[in-house]
């Protein structure tokens, strides 16, 4: 007993569709999980920002580097594309706010780009 050739037409158009499927969800969640880890990273920074930086100077900097957040894990410092955050081209961007001459600031606003979502932001005024 024999498949007929419209019968394996139908089996090879329904397995197309079926690795479509996949393959777009499959791009879906990675641009959700790369979101959740620009998420996190921006929350590992602003807890660095607030619980370790400003209480250890009493300020905020006027610009980071990766030397500025000791207490976060390396690799969140990077974006997907392995900018750090300070360089211009990075997901991640950071703004010190109501700064005095000598670079020392009262606030600060943190954002990342995200694929999915709108830009997510955390301020200084977040941690009241």
Not at 55 to 66: A, M, T
Not at 86 to 114: P, W
Request: hydrophobic letters at 35%; charged letters at 25%; glycine letters at 4%.
């Amino acid at each position: 007993m024999g498949f007929t050739v419209i019968e394996v037409i139908i089996f090879f158009v329904v397995m197309v569709v079926l690795a479509v499927f996949f393959i777009l969800q499959k791009s879906d969640l990675q641009l959700s999980y790369d979101d959740q880890t620009r998420k996190t990273a921006i929350n590992s920074m602003f807890y660095s920002l607030t619980e370790i930086y400003h209480p250890e100077h009493g300020y905020y900097p006027s610009n980071v580097n990766p030397d500025t957040f000791k207490a976060v894990a390396p690799e969140l410092l990077s974006d997907t594309w392995d900018v750090a955050i300070g360089d211009s081209e990075s997901e991640y961007r950071y703004e010190g706010l109501d700064c005095n001459g000598e670079g020392k600031c009262q606030k600060f606003k943190l954002t990342a780009s995200l694929d999915k979502e709108a830009e997510y932001t955390k301020t200084s005024d977040d941690k009241n």
